[in-house]
Structure formats: structure tokens, C-alpha cells
């Protein structure tokens, strides 16, 4: 257990203009990502190559939804150690 000078020590250069620029970069990731992958199947829609998608995800939508909590998950474990309690 730690006291609250050392606690306090160790988030004392993250200020409200540093959070909020990083939560923007969060987003801006997450919304780089998804238009990626918007393209990926806006593209193998157009040049009629759903067929070969579609076996590439066998599991279908479940398998995308899965794969993404597991990302989700695996982020908010390693960034645990951040929060403030």
C-alpha cells in the first residue's frame, strides 16, 4: 500500500490538456481503424470478391466480435496499472 505523496508523485505531470490530447488520439485510432476496415470490405464488395472473404471468417460476425473484445480486454488489463484509484 502506498501513501498519498508517493501516489501522488507518480501522476504529477498528467495534466487535464494531456488526457483529453490523448483520449483524441485513442479516437482518432479507433476511427483510422474502422475506416480501414470499412475499405477493406467496401473494396472486396466492389471487386466481387465477397466469396474469399467470406471464407477467411469462418466464425463470421461472432468471430469479429470476439477478436474485438479480446483486444479491448487485453487493452484495459495492461493499462491498469494507470488508473487512479
Known amino acids: ?37 470499412a475499405l477493406f470490405f467496401a473494396l472486396t464488395i466492389r471487386l466481387g470478391v465477397t466469396d474469399k472473404v467470406n471464407g477467411w471468417f469462418k466464425g463470421g460476425w461472432i468471430g469479429f466480435v470476439g477478436y474485438t473484445v479480446l483486444l479491448f480486454w487485453i487493452t484495459v488489463r495492461q493499462s491498469r496499472r494507470r488508473w487512479c484509484h
Open 1 to 37: 500500500m502506498t501513501t498519498a505523496p508517493v501516489a501522488g508523485n507518480e501522476f504529477k505531470g498528467r495534466t487535464f490538456g494531456w488526457v483529453v490530447r490523448r483520449l483524441l488520439l485513442y479516437i482518432g485510432l479507433a476511427f483510422a481503424t474502422l475506416t480501414v476496415f
